[in-house]
């Protein structure tokens, strides 16, 4: 029989080189074995009616094709008409071939293991691995020849090669062996194997990633390689990677998809996949696993760090569980959702979607329940989840949580919080502080609180805290008294007198000598909120030197000499309310004056007023000087005049009356701005008249009121219209008038108008301005009865009303 090289059917058909290789191991091919048709080597020999033999496949082929074009039914070979199609089995000549194969391929075999070694050329690795690939895909039970053959070590060796060729076809090569065979998947997983696979998909070359997540998605077919991929230092990071990387092709993320979704067979790998960021897994099992591995799912949520957008998913797709394991009966199952949700809810977008799905009523039960139903370490849980919870914008004045439908500011919820406070430990008091902190956050729901507050008689036990040695705690209480303050002034302001020392704790946090923080922020803005004419509170802190501590605070900031942070704007916000707050007991109390002439307060207020973009400093600022302006005239020295003679006293005519200098045109004395705190020296008239242009009304409003008090009564009101005149603050007082953005300062408009229009020319100019007698006229007709009176006087000065009798009463 001749020999035929086209009569392989498989093993020559990749290159010429490999062909070479095959020539030159392989036995010669007898022509009985090929096919007339394929030309391929047969596996299934069949015999037709005329003995001409075929391959099976290939025959039957032939025949249905002769049908669907409607030909006769002939032989391909001799193309003489078959009576029939029937086919018998050639065994021998199959059983033949078989045998053939079988030495060919051990030959072949045998070859193949020779050059797998280090030492051989490029080619002959690369046709021996193409050479166990054909053996695997030419029969299944080839690959325990391999296995036997100890061929897969040897080919693990290849895949140190300098070749990134040999790399990428022992890879492959590897995949091929292992597909569908489980001893072959064993071998695998013996050793360092899988870790030097995985090492390949953080290489540069693509082509070396593919093969190696290919092979990695066949072994993870199996239980047991899903362990021992999952072990592997990395490699679940790596994969995750992949499923997410825009920069990978197609096939890769795909397989790298399909690896993961087999290794979630295996819980550890399901933990790694969500430490890693891959959590559906997780919650899937969370939602679906058996109540031990929900337990196991959850207690491992609670100790993830996620991201808010992460968390944000979780509270959607498993909220609802979490909550529903929270009620178990089983502490170590309520523990876990407990832990969870506190990890879950600490992004205010995730709290509002577990406040949807009903965690506040078990919360808040939890909170409430004795000792024995929940120990107080899952309580203090409950009270950070109720902390994170109240910080997102919910109506919490309406949703229910009490089996009478209360509310979390209902009275009697608000007293069992204030009771639990004072019977708990500092960590969980600081939890259900910061409760209360998160709900008078709101306006909607601060009043219910501070109500809740007063009539429980809570106020000095919170006010305690400020002197508690632990700073959280400490904190809280702080933020917690800042949001009361503006609603409890009073109660506060009356716990802080006294000897207790809370007022000097309070002051100890405001003057530490470091950057502003927000608890220093949240201090003075307490102070900064009590009610100002509280006159003992002022007496407290000045003779305490409370004042001294704030005037060095605020000297320090606008010097630079401390560290710049994102609160030093509330901070000298608060700091410059409360030093305003020693101006308002200026006329009862002597040391207050001394002490803003000793520390020049009129001139620091003066250049306050120039710290544009804090409105809150230069609207305090702005109502010290007027507080300091009306007092000038009682601290302006009025000239002693010369006592005079005999004949003069007798005959006035004979003396000469003397000329005073250098006095006050308004207090008509000697006046300063540090001793008397008169607005016409240094630079207060020129920017209070400034700020009347302001865009926050409230500023402008007391930028009117300080200028109002060069017009007081008691001063020289013809001077001072005089003076407003020259520094040009006549028109935009008027503006102000014409504008009456609120009613408060259309009624401090109306009256330092009126006491404009006293001056006969500034009269008689306004008169000819309709706008500003229209603005006269609402105010007369719609303004309440004080600026009414007012305006009528005003618009008689200007002859828009007879002046022969007052509409309204005189009030003095």
Request: negative net charge.
């Amino acid at each position: 029989m001749a020999e035929s090289g086209k009569g392989s059917r498989d093993l020559g058909s990749q290159s010429d080189d490999s062909f070479q290789y095959e020539r030159q191991y392989i036995e010669q091919i007898y022509d009985a074995f090929i096919c007339p048709l394929s030309k391929q080597i047969m596996r299934d020999p069949v015999t037709l009616e005329n003995g001409q033999t075929f391959e099976r496949e290939a025959i039957e082929k032939w025949f249905n094709d002769c049908k669907e074009n409607g030909r006769k039914l002939v032989c391909p070979l001799t193309l003489r008409e078959l009576k029939t199609m029937d086919m018998n089995p050639s065994i021998a000549l199959r059983n033949t071939i078989e045998e053939w194969n079988a030495r060919n391929d051990a030959v072949q075999l045998d070859m193949a293991c020779k050059s797998l070694t280090p030492g051989s050329v490029e080619s002959d690795i690369l046709q021996a691995l193409k050479f166990i690939q054909q053996l695997c895909t030419k029969n299944l039970s080839n690959k325990h020849i391999i296995r036997n053959a100890e061929l897969i070590p040897m080919i693990l060796d290849m895949l140190k090669s300098t070749s990134r060729k040999v790399r990428c076809r022992a890879l492959e090569t590897l995949r091929v062996v292992v597909e569908d065979d489980n001893d072959n998947k064993e071998i695998m997983a013996e050793g360092d194997k899988v870790r030097t696979i995985v090492k390949f998909l953080s290489n540069e070359q693509s082509q070396e990633r593919e093969e190696a997540v290919s092979l990695l998605f066949e072994l993870s077919k199996s239980e047991a390689l899903c362990e021992k991929i999952g072990s592997v230092n990395g490699a679940i990071l790596i994969l995750v990677g992949m499923t997410s990387s825009k920069s990978e092709n197609v096939l890769i993320v795909e397989k790298a998809d399909k690896t993961l979704e087999n290794l979630e067979k295996n819980e550890n790998n399901v933990r790694q996949m969500a430490e890693n960021g891959r959590l559906q897994p997780l919650l899937t099992l969370l939602l679906e696993g058996s109540p031990e591995i929900k337990l196991s799912m959850a207690s491992y949520l609670g100790d993830l760090a996620l991201s808010n957008d992460v968390k944000v998913f979780v509270a959607r797709t498993v909220g609802s569980s979490l909550i529903n394991l929270m009620k178990s009966i089983d502490i170590q199952s309520r523990e876990a959702a407990l832990k969870a949700l506190n990890q879950v809810s600490s992004c205010e977008a995730s709290a509002k979607v577990l406040v949807e799905e009903g965690i506040l009523s078990p919360l808040v039960k939890d909170l409430f329940a004795g000792p024995n139903q929940l120990p107080m370490r899952l309580k203090e849980v409950s009270a950070t989840i109720l902390a994170n919870i109240v910080s997102c914008d919910c109506d919490f004045d309406s949703i229910p949580v009490g089996p009478n439908h209360q509310t979390l500011v209902s009275e009697d919820i608000i007293h069992n919080l204030l009771h639990l406070i004072s019977n708990t430990g500092p960590s969980i008091e600081c939890k259900l502080l910061q409760v209360l902190v998160g709900l008078t956050n709101s306006p909607t729901t601060v009043i219910g609180v501070a109500s809740a507050i007063k009539s429980s008689g809570a106020t000095i036990s919170l006010v305690q805290f400020i002197e508690a040695p632990q700073k959280d705690l400490r904190m809280a209480s702080i933020k917690l008294l800042q949001n009361l303050s503006l609603h409890m002034g009073q109660e506060l302001a009356g716990s802080l007198c006294g000897s207790a020392g809370q007022l000097s704790s309070l002051f100890k946090v405001i003057g530490e000598n470091i950057a502003s923080t927000e608890e220093q922020a949240a201090a003075i803005g307490i102070l900064a909120d009590l009610p100002e004419r509280d006159a003992g509170l002022t007496k407290q802190m000045l003779d305490e030197g409370d004042f001294e501590i704030v005037f060095s605070r605020i000297k320090m900031i606008r010097q630079g000499e401390t560290r710049r942070s994102r609160f030093v704007t509330p901070y000298l916000e608060g700091l410059v309310h409360v030093l305003s707050r020693i101006t308002f007991v200026l006329a009862d109390e002597p040391k207050a004056v001394s002490f803003c002439r000793d520390h020049d307060l009129a001139d620091l207020f003066t250049q306050l007023l120039q710290t544009n973009g804090l409105d809150n400093v230069q609207m305090a600022s702005a109502l010290a000087l007027e507080n300091l302006s009306q007092e000038s005239k009682n601290l302006t020295k009025l000239p002693e005049l010369p006592t005079a003679g005999f004949c003069a006293s007798i005959f006035p005519c004979l003396s000469n009356q003397p000329v005073m200098t250098g006095l006050c045109r308004i207090h008509r004395g000697a006046c300063t701005q540090r001793d008397t705190f008169c607005l016409l020296e240094g630079q207060a008239m020129a920017r209070l008249i400034a700020l009347l242009d302001h865009t926050n009304e409230k500023v402008v409003e007391a930028s009117l009121a300080a200028l109002s008090s060069l017009l007081d009564d008691g001063v020289n009101i013809e001077e001072g219209v005089s003076i407003l005149c020259e520094a040009e603050g006549i028109k935009p007082i008027l503006d102000v008038l014409l504008e009456k953005q609120t009613e408060n300062l259309r009624r401090r408009a109306v009256w330092i108008v009126e006491r404009l229009l006293r001056t006969e020319d500034i009269a008689y100019e306004v008169s000819g301005d309709p706008n500003v007698s229209t603005a006269l006229v609402d105010a007369f007709q719609h303004g309440d009865y004080r600026t009414r009176q007012i305006a009528e006087r005003a618009l008689k000065h200007i002859d828009r009303l007879p002046n022969f009798s007052g509409i309204f009463p005189n009030m003095g």
